[in-house]
Nanobody, 119 residues
Framework: VQLQASGGGLVQLGGSLRLSCAAS????????LGWYRQAPGKQRELVAT??????????DSVKGRFTISSDNLKNLMNMVYLQMNSLKPEDTAVYYC???????????WGQGTQVTVSS
């Protein structure tokens, strides 16, 4: 599985950005897609995930501000989006797309995309 993320950038406090991640390759094996982020000097943390069935999960700090969604091609997950509203400086991080799959290596990562929120 290959993951290509896009959509990061520089935005002011309170602004919005939409991240996209395109999955290719063995997408039949994907069971969920998600976004993680890593700020300088901090560990990578889960932001949001969405399963093939549409169930979503968010870290508390983004609930009500971020929305994860996906496009499914014939019930196969091939795109995931992260709509980020009311952005705060603490949202500044490199955001990574992630896919959970049914076979080894169980997890794939895309390249990161930088999100910077200025105050």
């Amino acid at each position: 599985v290959q993951l290509q993320a896009s959509g990061g950038g520089l935005v002011q406090l309170g602004g919005s950005l939409r991240l996209s991640c395109a999955a290719s390759g063995s997408i039949f094996s994907i069971t969920s897609l998600g976004w993680y982020r890593q700020a300088p000097g901090k560990q990578r943390e889960l932001v949001a995930t969405i399963t093939r069935g549409g169930s979503t999960n968010y870290v508390d700090s983004v609930k009500g501000r971020f929305t994860i969604s996906s496009d499914n091609l014939k019930n196969l997950m091939n795109m995931v989006y992260l709509q980020m509203n009311s952005l705060k400086p603490e949202d500044t991080a490199v955001y990574y797309c992630n896919a959970a799959v049914t076979t080894r290596p169980w997890i794939y990562w895309g390249q990161g995309t930088q999100v910077t929120v200025s105050s």
